[in-house]
């Protein structure tokens, strides 16, 4: 197997990317083999310093991987392109979980896109007299990118139209961007908007330049503690959270850090078992308890802004900076800070979070000033309160509360715009509208086994210029009997007048049959006020191959007396998505149409698909026609060869997979599976070769009649590869000759040839994906 490959690289069973090799030797009866530099295996994670290198090694020495570690070990297989090291993990720099090579991430090909989604109304009402009155309205939505290199160009847009009115033009989005992967970070410049968190969101004109957490390993995002201990031996580490084992690792004796456990949505306090080599155990519990302003120790995150104020409420556009800046202290704490500096308003803000074993808590304040023209200026101060705390025993979560009280002279930086606007129509500072205070809950509670569970939101804000409150609560529970799902739910309105809605509702489904994809029978009935609101009862379910055909069909009645009927479905094809909708009532009707999809331009041509992704994968399969994404839904190659994945998550290793079902019995896929990192908003192409002709099986034996070496590779006439002798002496080859030879290598120096014939009118055995010749040959 002397010669030039190009391998996928995998270390300890862990992709590394693909690179070119040179293999050399297999004389005398030999195997071949390569060598490897240091500047190599540093590229793989080894810890060349741990190496004894000698003083005479230069940074040119290649030798075999044996000779520089004599524990580790080599494997090819030239079938699958594919090289396998082991290496002892005392060799290796240890990364953590879900850590993805920087070096293989990829800003992907040139090219543009353009989502879109589409939705048409018609709708008549019959009037008093045997008049109809129609109305009809239009809405179309575009998000558009171009891609080159690494700068990605987005825009985002919506058009609508009713009747004969003019159409509305709303650009939401226009910007250039780019990541920084050297600073983890990205760069955007245009028109977009802040993030929240620390303050709120805000649109802007200008620049910013921002952490991106996604291109962090899994383990290092979010927050998790770190869990520090002693073993005395060579022990196992485990770490359970709410009974669950989440972690398992061993360690050396002496002290441990384990600083790479996942973020879990509600925490929840962990469990460490430290078992030595006798089987004794040492356990102590770690509390992990978070709230989003929570980082892990020593991680930090930024956001800059400098630019023009965009308010869709306002039209004032002010020039401002705002940055924003949390560090993980400890464990336990993190720090938090901000400022906002315009024209006519500054504000600072200051934080803490705190983990602790009775919850997560986070408390800032902010300060602000506004100035106006013939207001007085204002000042105040706003503070903010949270908690979250997941109470495993009793199954409590709660996921986030919330509260915020802001003294009369505090105005966050859009409504301290809205105030300048409200001055220059001559208004009294005393009427504008000011949040006082405002408190969320959420809250989950599990009930014992079968009994199933409940459900909580709630919140309720007042205002400064303005008496009573602003309420709204959900109270919900859910459970299943056997094949029944069934909930009821309690929900509350009340504005600041005192005048309130309450709502309850009782909702039943059921699938008409035990099997995947049944349609499921859904019923509902809601009181208002104490009162008959309204009931329905409708089946829904899906059909086609991977259920791209769903459907609704149901009618109900309100307190009125009145009843309608409505239907809906969608069809997604391979290029769009399609759906429609009639409901018609006692005195109305209305028709719908929609459409969604995606439009992806390449250098290859233009490629249609019925999902809307942000980041992407271009699969180019020349002649593999129908063949499926497994990993993908849907997705399958249209007739230029092309497929896009439209969901891949950014900076990390995506596996694409192609399944051969559904194409050409004459077109067969070489490879089947790759693997890439895109960068966020990439658009990366994977290359799959195929080969076409004919299938063929040759069961071959040598000329003694035995069948030949299991492993043996197969060479063509021209003496390039063509696969291996599997079980029982079968060689598989797709060809468009109708004959010709092969040469078999035997190992140990010793080959032999064979010659083939395809039958004009071949015998074939039909599967799912091929139509296969079967052939017998004897190698000599």
């Given at each position: 197997?002397?010669?030039?490959?190009?391998?996928?690289?995998?270390?300890?069973?862990?992709?590394?990317?693909?690179?070119?090799?040179?293999?050399?030797?297999?004389?005398?009866?030999?195997?071949?083999?390569?060598?490897?530099?240091?500047?190599?295996?540093?590229?793989?994670?080894?810890?060349?310093?741990?190496?004894?290198?000698?003083?005479?090694?230069?940074?040119?020495?290649?030798?075999?991987?044996?000779?520089?570690?004599?524990?580790?070990?080599?494997?090819?297989?030239?079938?699958?392109?594919?090289?396998?090291?082991?290496?002892?993990?005392?060799?290796?720099?240890?990364?953590?979980?879900?850590?993805?090579?920087?070096?293989?991430?990829?800003?992907?090909?040139?090219?543009?896109?353009?989502?879109?989604?589409?939705?048409?109304?018609?709708?008549?009402?019959?009037?008093?007299?045997?008049?109809?009155?129609?109305?009809?309205?239009?809405?179309?939505?575009?998000?558009?990118?171009?891609?080159?290199?690494?700068?990605?160009?987005?825009?985002?847009?919506?058009?609508?139209?009713?009747?004969?009115?003019?159409?509305?033009?709303?650009a939401q989005d226009t910007f250039?961007?780019?990541?920084?992967?050297?600073?983890?970070?990205?760069?955007?410049?245009?028109?977009?908007?802040?993030?929240?968190?620390?303050?709120?969101?805000?649109?802007?004109?200008?620049?910013?330049?921002?952490?991106?957490?996604?291109?962090?390993?899994?383990?290092?995002?979010?927050?998790?503690?770190?869990?520090?201990?002693?073993?005395?031996?060579?022990?196992?580490?485990?770490?359970?959270?709410?009974?669950?084992?989440?972690?398992?690792?061993?360690?050396?004796?002496?002290?441990?850090?384990?600083?790479?456990?996942?973020?879990?949505?509600?925490?929840?306090?962990?469990?460490?078992?430290?078992?030595?080599?006798?089987?004794?155990?040492?356990?102590?519990?770690?509390?992990?308890?978070?709230?989003?302003?929570?980082?892990?120790?020593?991680?930090?995150?930024?956001?800059?802004?400098?630019?023009?104020?965009?308010?869709?409420?306002?039209?004032?556009?002010?020039?401002?900076?705002?940055?924003?800046?949390?560090?993980?202290?400890?464990?336990?704490?993190?720090?938090?800070?901000?400022?906002?500096?315009?024209?006519?308003?500054?504000?600072?803000?200051?934080?803490?979070?705190?983990?602790?074993?009775?919850?997560?808590?986070?408390?800032?304040?902010?300060?602000?000033?506004?100035?106006?023209?013939?207001?007085?200026?204002?000042?105040?101060?706003?503070?903010?309160?949270?908690?979250?705390?997941?109470?495993?025993?009793?199954?409590?979560?709660?996921?986030?509360?919330?509260?915020?009280?802001?003294?009369?002279?505090?105005?966050?930086?859009?409504?301290?715009?809205?105030?300048?606007?409200?001055?220059?129509?001559?208004?009294?500072?005393?009427?504008?509208?000011?949040?006082?205070?405002?408190?969320r809950l959420t809250l989950d509670?599990?009930?014992?086994?079968?009994?199933?569970?409940?459900?909580?939101?709630?919140?309720?804000?007042?205002?400064?210029?303005?008496?009573?409150?602003?309420?709204?609560?959900?109270?919900?529970?859910?459970?299943?009997?056997?094949?029944?799902?069934?909930?009821?739910?309690?929900?509350?309105?009340?504005?600041?007048?005192?005048?309130?809605?309450?709502?309850?509702?009782?909702?039943?489904?059921?699938?008409?049959?035990?099997?995947?994809?049944?349609?499921?029978?859904?019923?509902?009935?809601?009181?208002?006020?104490?009162?008959?609101?309204?009931?329905?009862?409708?089946?829904?379910?899906?059909?086609?191959?991977?259920?791209?055909?769903?459907?609704?069909?149901?009618?109900?009645?309100?307190?009125?007396?009145?009843?309608?009927?409505?239907?809906?479905?969608?069809?997604?094809?391979?290029?769009?998505?399609?759906?429609?909708?009639?409901?018609?009532?006692?005195?109305?009707?209305?028709?719908?149409?929609?459409?969604?999809?995606?439009?992806?331009?390449?250098?290859?041509?233009?490629?249609?698909?019925?999902?809307?992704?942000?980041?992407?994968?271009?699969?180019?399969?020349?002649?593999?026609?129908?063949?499926?994404?497994?990993n993908s839904v849907g997705v399958?190659?249209?007739?230029?060869?092309?497929?896009?994945?439209?969901?891949?998550?950014?900076?990390?290793?995506?596996?694409?997979?192609?399944?051969?079902?559904?194409?050409?019995?004459?077109?067969?896929?070489?490879?089947?599976?790759?693997?890439?990192?895109?960068?966020?908003?990439?658009?990366?192409?994977?290359?799959?070769?195929?080969?076409?002709?004919?299938?063929?099986?040759?069961?071959?034996?040598?000329?003694?009649?035995?069948?030949?070496?299991?492993?043996?590779?197969?060479?063509?006439?021209?003496?390039?590869?063509?696969?291996?002798?599997?079980?029982?002496?079968?060689?598989?080859?797709?060809?468009?000759?109708?004959?010709?030879?092969?040469?078999?290598?035997?190992?140990?120096?010793?080959?032999?040839?064979?010659?083939?014939?395809?039958?004009?009118?071949?015998?074939?055995?039909?599967?799912?994906?091929?139509?296969?010749?079967?052939?017998?040959?004897?190698?000599?």
């Amino acid at each position: 197997m002397a010669g030039d490959y190009s391998l996928d690289v995998y270390v300890n069973d862990s992709w590394q990317g693909r690179q070119q090799f040179t293999f050399s030797g297999g004389e005398e009866g030999g195997d071949a083999h390569t060598c490897f530099t240091l500047e190599d295996l540093s590229g793989l994670g080894v810890k060349t310093a741990k190496l004894d290198v000698g003083d005479e090694t230069s940074s040119e020495d290649c030798r075999r991987l044996g000779d520089w570690i004599s524990q580790a070990s080599v494997q090819v297989d030239t079938s699958k392109l594919r090289l396998d090291l082991s290496i002892p993990q005392s060799y290796m720099h240890r990364q953590a979980r879900g850590y993805t090579d920087p070096s293989l991430w990829e800003p992907g090909i040139n090219a543009g896109f353009l989502n879109y989604n589409f939705n048409a109304r018609h709708s008549e009402t019959d009037q008093a007299g045997g008049s109809t009155s129609a109305t009809d309205t239009a809405y179309l939505s575009l998000n558009a990118g171009l891609n080159l290199g690494a700068w990605q160009f987005r825009h985002r847009s919506t058009v609508s139209r009713v009747d004969d009115q003019d159409t509305n033009l709303d650009a939401q989005d226009t910007f250039v961007r780019r990541p920084l992967p050297s600073l983890k970070s990205e760069l955007l410049l245009g028109d977009s908007y802040t993030s929240g968190g620390i303050y709120d969101a805000v649109g802007f004109r200008g620049v910013n330049l921002s952490s991106d957490s996604r291109m962090l390993p899994d383990s290092l995002q979010g927050y998790a503690p770190t869990v520090r201990g002693t073993a005395q031996t060579n022990a196992t580490v485990e770490i359970r959270q709410n009974g669950q084992l989440i972690y398992q690792t061993s360690v050396a004796p002496g002290p441990f850090v384990i600083d790479d456990l996942y973020p879990t949505s509600y925490g929840g306090d962990l469990e460490v078992s430290v078992i030595e080599a006798d089987g004794t155990e040492q356990n102590f519990i770690v509390p992990f308890a978070s709230v989003p302003a929570m980082l892990r120790p020593g991680s930090k995150r930024y956001n800059v802004t400098a630019g023009q104020v965009r308010s869709a409420s306002s039209d004032q556009e002010p020039w401002f900076t705002r940055g924003t800046y949390r560090y993980g202290i400890n464990n336990s704490l993190t720090g938090y800070s901000g400022v906002t500096v315009s024209e006519a308003y500054q504000s600072f803000v200051g934080g803490l979070a705190l983990s602790t074993p009775v919850g997560a808590f986070s408390a800032d304040v902010t300060h602000a000033r506004s100035y106006f023209e013939s207001f007085d200026d204002v000042q105040g101060e706003s503070y903010k309160f949270t908690y979250s705390k997941r109470l495993a025993d009793l199954g409590t979560n709660f996921t986030l509360a919330a509260f915020r009280y802001s003294t009369s002279g505090f105005l966050n930086l859009e409504s301290s715009l809205n105030a300048r606007d409200f001055e220059e129509t001559g208004g009294n500072f005393d009427d504008l509208r000011r949040l006082k205070s405002q408190f969320r809950l959420t809250l989950d509670q599990r009930l014992s086994e079968g009994w199933g569970s409940l459900y909580f939101t709630g919140s309720t804000r007042n205002f400064w210029d303005a008496q009573g409150e602003v309420t709204q609560y959900q109270l919900g529970y859910n459970n299943r009997y056997k094949m029944l799902n069934y909930g009821l739910n309690i929900g509350k309105s009340e504005n600041e007048r005192g005048e309130s809605d309450t709502t309850l509702t009782l909702s039943l489904s059921m699938p008409l049959d035990n099997i995947p994809g049944s349609p499921s029978l859904r019923t509902s009935t809601s009181t208002l006020n104490g009162e008959y609101d309204s009931s329905r009862i409708g089946l829904a379910g899906n059909a086609g191959e991977d259920g791209n055909v769903t459907y609704n069909l149901s009618v109900s009645n309100d307190a009125e007396g009145g009843s309608t009927g409505q239907f809906s479905g969608q069809y997604s094809s391979p290029y769009a998505s399609f759906r429609g909708s009639y409901s018609q009532g006692d005195d109305f009707r209305q028709f719908g149409f929609g459409v969604t999809g995606s439009m992806v331009a390449h250098s290859g041509g233009v490629t249609l698909t019925p999902q809307r992704g942000e980041t992407m994968v271009l699969v180019e399969a020349p002649e593999a026609k129908g063949a499926r994404v497994t990993n993908s839904v849907g997705v399958r190659v249209d007739g230029d060869g092309y497929a896009v994945v439209p969901y891949v998550t950014p900076y990390r290793l995506n596996s694409v997979q192609l399944d051969p079902n559904g194409m050409s019995s004459d077109v067969g896929l070489l490879t089947s599976s790759k693997k890439v990192a895109p960068y966020a908003g990439a658009i990366a192409k994977l290359s799959f070769k195929t080969e076409t002709g004919q299938a063929i099986l040759i069961k071959a034996h040598n000329s003694s009649g035995e069948p030949l070496p299991f492993g043996a590779d197969v060479y063509n006439a021209q003496q390039e590869p063509v696969g291996f002798v599997a079980q029982g002496g079968s060689i598989y080859l797709r060809t468009e000759k109708k004959q010709g030879t092969l040469t078999v290598d035997q190992g140990d120096e010793s080959s032999c040839t064979l010659s083939y014939q395809v039958p004009e009118a071949p015998e074939t055995e039909e599967d799912s994906s091929s139509a296969i010749t079967h052939l017998e040959a004897r190698c000599e």
